[in-house]
């Protein structure tokens, strides 16, 4: 069965560094998202990509995030300059339509830990 | 707006015993709701969705969920747990927003379950 891809599984970074997580959506899939999930707390929407360009945007995702469809499988979610924060769950999810009843597949997440 | 509460983060049930994890929700338009399962170290995997063709809603595992909007409920139950139904469980709602989709997430709960 396809899934969602993402890595790395963990990632250690210092505040102040730059960080690219990977996920590599369901090949037929057109609608792209990440959330996070800080420890204890709840899975948050951070933002949706469709056709190279990002669709919606939480207010977690300030300049400092950015999103990029690089070649036809990837999905990259970038932090420029990393606090401690950003120390979070991230998932990567997919689906075949932007739909209220479709179904989004997740990725196992990254987790990232910021020094 | 849209929310979620999970109520319980944390529920133990004996094996055997019925499972009940509770969600309610707010919505200001007709909503659509999931049950997610996440094992550890992996992503969230869909139990089962309301979309409206039916009240009573069957997943897998064993798993089903009741859509009440007289309560703004959707808890889901299994009349006996399993060992392996050892998960966080989250529950969303989903919902259209300017046309995409939009999905927010409970804070999760997570099921022990005692042999």
């Known amino acids: 069965e396809p899934e969602v891809t993402q890595t790395p599984s963990h990632q250690v970074t210092q505040m102040g560094q730059e960080v690219i997580l990977h996920c590599v959506p369901i090949s037929n899939h057109l609608y792209f998202y990440w959330y996070r999930q800080i420890l204890g707390q709840k899975v948050e929407f951070l933002v949706s990509f469709y056709n190279n360009e990002i669709s919606e945007k939480s207010e977690i995702f300030d300049d400092q995030f950015s999103v990029e469809r690089p070649d036809g499988s990837n999905f990259t979610l970038k932090i420029r300059s990393t606090k401690l924060e950003d120390s979070a769950m991230y998932f990567c999810a997919s689906s075949e339509s932007n739909l209220p009843t479709e179904t989004q597949y997740f990725g196992p997440g990254t987790r990232l830990l910021v020094l | 707006a849209q929310s979620v509460t999970q109520l319980g983060s944390h529920v133990s049930v004996s094996e055997g015993a019925l499972v009940l994890l509770r969600c309610n929700y707010s919505?200001?338009?007709?909503?659509?709701l999931f049950w997610y399962v996440q094992y550890p170290n992996q992503g969230l995997q869909l139990l089962l969705k309301?979309?409206?063709?039916?009240?009573l809603v069957k997943g897998i595992n064993g798993f089903e969920a009741e859509f009440k909007k007289s309560e703004t409920s959707f808890h889901l139950t299994k009349p006996s747990a399993h060992m392996s139904d050892a998960a966080e469980y989250f529950c969303?709602?989903?919902?259209?927003?300017?046309?995409?989709?939009?999905?927010?997430f409970g804070i999760g709960t997570k099921l022990q379950v005692i042999p």
């Open positions: 309301y979309t409206s063709a039916a009240t």
């Open positions: 919505s200001s338009v007709p909503p659509y």
């Open positions: 969303a709602v989903s919902t259209n927003s300017g046309g995409y989709q939009k999905v927010t």
